[in-house]
Structure formats: C-alpha cells, structure tokens
C-alpha cells in the first residue's frame, strides 16, 4: 500500500494547552480520507499541521514526526530546510482549502495569476494556460472567462471555493487538504463540490475535514476519527452507524463516552465498550480493501 502520510508520536501545542495528543497514523494515497468528530477535537489542527501552517499562530509548539509524499518519496516535513523559502515551498506542494473562501480583495484574474507569480517559479507564458486549465476543471471557467477583471467577491459562496480550489490546483500540488469545505455551501453546491472532490481523488491524495456523517459516507474511502485531541480510531464508510442525522459519533447523552484501552494490544487499538453497537472494534490497521468508487 502506497502511503501519502506517515504520522508517528505528533503531538501540537500551543501555549500551555495541548491540542494534539500523540498522533500515529498512517494515511493511504489513494482516495479520500476523511477526518471525523465533533468540533474542538484536533481535526483541523492536525490537517494544519501537515503543511505547517499551525506554525503562524503564536504559541504553536509540534513535536513528533510527520512524513508526507513529496517528490514520490516519504520525505519529514520538520526536519531539514526549515526557512521561510521551504516552507513557501511545501504549503506549495501541500495546497489546502479552507472553509471559508479565503477569496484576495481583488479581481478573478488576479486571484489566480498573483500566486502564480508570487509562490511558483513557472515561466509568466504559463500563467494563463494554468488559470484556464485550472478553472475549466473546477468547472467555473465558462461562468467566469468574460469576467475575469471584475471582484471575485461578485461570485457566488460556491463559485468562490471553486476558485480557491482552482487557485490551488493551478500551483500543481501533490496533495490537498480541505477543511470543511461545504460547510457554509447549500446542498446543491455542496453535492457539486463533492462530485469535484471525488473526481480529483483519482490525481491527489486527499484529506477532507469533516463533522456529518452523512457527508463521511458519501466521500470516504477510508476514516479517521478524532475525539478531545486523541485518534479514536480508523473505520471503513461501511463500518459507520446506519441514518441520516448529521450527528457526531460517540455521543450519549450529549457527552463523550471514553475508549477503554485493551490489555496487551497494539497502541491505538482501542474497543467501543458500549451498549450501542456503532464501531465494534478500531485499529490503526487499513482493511486490505480500501477502494472507493465516486456514485454515479
């Protein structure tokens, strides 16, 4: 199995509060994987942490190891070139979408020319080719090619996070991080979106931050669950509770019932000692089968 991710003993921080416990996972290349629990449990902060971005906030202290696919290699992104140049260069390599449009306070045109020029050494004859190649593939070049002097602000919240991923895309990065993504999005933009997402799975590693179940079983090829900081535990989209309620699992009562840690196992292999069957057993062991078809 081809890994996009090795995660060993990560651990975030930042002041004296601890936002990431030990994390240790290994994440597969091929299609998307998503990133499940309530809010404040240390998804996005880990997602950041994969492309070091927790690192502009003040007080932010990582420890542990990170390895990601760069190059067609594992190569550790915090160890090494660590200067303001390699780290212009991974965020590069390792594009992320937020979940708010993060939209320049300026025209179409230059919201995709303008990280070009600035983070890329791509030749400036290139520039356009790479700007309508990437917005035909978030198909917003047709809406947008007879306005591109005019504010991205005039965009729709759907039209605008294509143009964030465009924008991304058009960096040629080796893998995508997507922090909710839909999560301000109606359904109809949300289900395009996602049908984006799952076709670009097929080229990029991706890792989807999200809190509904629903959306979980719709994008998963595999899934990682988050609670309070700690991993909780990896499961197949199959594996999930049955229903539609956008709902966090592992919630009784409106609390968090813990994981008992079993004697004698591996790390992170935990049980769901509950009387609600929802997840048998997790390990931090992928299912030999982790292929995922896009619906139709």
């Known amino acids: 199995m081809t890994l996009a ?3 060993r003993r990560l651990s975030v921080a930042f002041h004296e509060r601890t936002i990431l416990h030990d994390i240790t996972l290994d994440i597969p290349a091929e299609g998307v994987t998503v990133l499940l629990g309530r809010s404040g449990s240390g998804k996005t902060t880990f997602l950041r942490a994969l492309n070091r971005l927790n690192e502009c906030l003040p007080g932010c202290r990582t420890s542990g190891e990170a390895e990601l696919r ?5 190569r550790p992104i915090y160890a090494g070139r660590t200067g303001e140049a390699a780290l212009s260069d991974l965020r590069r390599r390792v594009g992320m979408v937020f ?11 230059q919201n995709m020319l303008l990280p070009l020029q600035l983070a890329t050494a791509f030749p400036a004859s290139e520039w356009w080719e790479r700007m309508e190649r990437s917005l035909t593939e978030v198909g917003l070049w047709h809406d947008v090619s007879s306005r591109l002097r005019e504010p991205a602000s005039i965009l729709s919240g759907g039209q605008q996070q294509r143009l964030c991923l465009a924008r991304t895309l058009a960096l040629e990065p080796e893998m995508l991080l997507l922090d909710e993504p839909t999560a301000s999005l109606d359904p109809a933009t949300t289900h395009t979106i996602e049908n984006l997402l799952l076709r670009l799975s097929d080229r990029y590693p991706i890792l989807l931050v999200s809190h509904g179940l629903p959306q979980a079983k719709r994008m998963a090829s595999r899934i990682v669950l988050f609670g309070k900081g700690h991993l909780q535990g990896m499961l197949l989209p ?3 509770p049955q229903g539609s309620r956008d709902e966090p699992l592992f919630r009784r009562r409106g609390r968090w019932k813990p994981l008992r840690v079993k004697r004698g196992t591996p790390p992170f ?4 000692k509950s009387a609600l069957p929802l997840v048998p057993h997790f390990s931090n062991e992928w299912p030999h089968d982790t292929k995922r078809n896009p619906p139709a």
Not at 70 to 74: K, M, P, Q, S, T
Not at 269 to 272: G, K
């Open 5 to 7: 991710a090795r995660i």
């Open 70 to 74: 760069l190059g067609g290699e594992l």
């Open 99 to 109: 979940q708010t449009p993060n939209i320049l306070p300026a025209s179409i045109r």
């Open 238 to 240: 199959g594996e999930l």
């Open 269 to 272: 292999s935990v049980e769901w």
